[in-house]
């Protein structure tokens, strides 16, 4: 992948690069290698079925050869669900990273927007409720009641990948003033 | 998906009478649960648009893209090729099931002769 540079772009700029594709894409390309990997998986256990049946009464060289002519199959089965599970999931991780800048602008936005009198003053239900509820943001203590200049909202970002996503797409939640 | 299931070697595959049938519809089974994923072809298992218009999501979306469905390396290319082992490996066993049938009919044609003579 290449290095992003994202640093210097508008807001405008980001928000176009976060809304410009189609993570609904990515999502129908994880719902169908999941169904994929469904299948291969109960194939599998198809072509398996009847292998232990092979063993019965039947031992020597040509046993093992076509247990081992057919199980192939069901192995190939077995091995192709699970990389199917993965490209699921790496294709699942491409719409939920697009969902987590989706949010981040979201809060970006939500906390520009905020009005001027909604002060955080280091009470947790003073915060917009929509962030309060997601767990994103924890208010900062205020320096000085009234105090001049701009004021750091508080937001917390060791547990929320979210704010993580924002901050790694360039949006600078935490320098957005009050 | 790697396709590493060749196939090869069946050609002196050796069953049970018995084993044939069951294996047969084991395999017409497999054949059937398959068909609808390599219908859909590439189109399905792709990533039609990059989820952001970054170029890191245009990047991962081709790269992907090679892996799943557009390449013949791909994972539907490797679904489709499978399918066709699958039917390899049914009109090999119906071509020991013929051959089974075939030298039964001629056994019991012979011991009808034996016996009629």
């Known amino acids: 992948m290449t290095d992003q540079r994202l640093a210097g772009l508008s807001h405008q700029e980001l928000w176009n690069l976060a809304h410009g594709g189609d993570p609904a894409a990515a999502t129908t390309s994880q ?30 060289q040509a046993a093992d ?12 089965a077995e091995a192709a669900a699970g990389r199917a599970n993965t490209a699921a999931g790496q294709a699942g991780q491409q719409a939920a990273e697009q969902a987590a800048i989706d949010v981040g602008f979201d809060i970006a936005v ?24 997601a767990n994103i943001i924890r208010p900062a203590p205020i320096e000085a009641a009234g105090a001049k200049g701009p004021r750091p909202i508080g937001v917390d970002t060791t547990l929320d990948p979210v704010k993580v996503k924002a901050v790694a797409c360039g949006i600078r939640v935490l320098d957005v003033y009050a | 998906m790697a396709n590493n299931a ?12 018995h084993m044939i049938p069951k294996l047969r519809e084991a395999f017409q089974s497999a054949l059937e649960q398959l068909q609808p994923l390599t219908r859909g072809g590439q189109d399905g298992l792709s990533i039609s648009k990059p989820a952001m218009a970054d170029q890191s999501s245009v990047e991962f979306r081709t790269a992907f893209n090679k892996v799943a469905g557009d390449g013949p390396e791909s994972a539907a290319q490797a679904l489709t ?28 044609a012979e011991l009808s002769r034996q016996l009629g003579s």
């Open chain 1, 110 to 133: 939500m906390v520009v927007e905020r009005p001027r009198t909604q002060h955080i003053d280091g009470d947790v239900e003073a915060v917009d409720p929509r962030l309060a509820r």
């Open chain 2, 6 to 17: 060749s196939g090869s070697g069946q050609g002196n595959l050796k069953l049970e009478p």
């Open chain 2, 81 to 108: 090729e499978y399918g066709q082992r699958l039917e390899s490996v049914l009109k090999q066993l119906g071509d020991i099931q013929h051959a089974y049938d075939s030298n039964e009919h001629q056994t019991a």
């Open chain 1, 65 to 76: 050869a076509a247990r081992g002519g057919i199980g192939q199959h069901a192995q190939w």
């Open chain 1, 31 to 60: 719902a169908n290698f999941s169904r994929t990997a469904q299948v291969l998986e109960n194939i599998a256990k198809t072509l398996s079925a009847p292998l232990g049946e092979l063993g019965l009464g039947w031992q020597g």
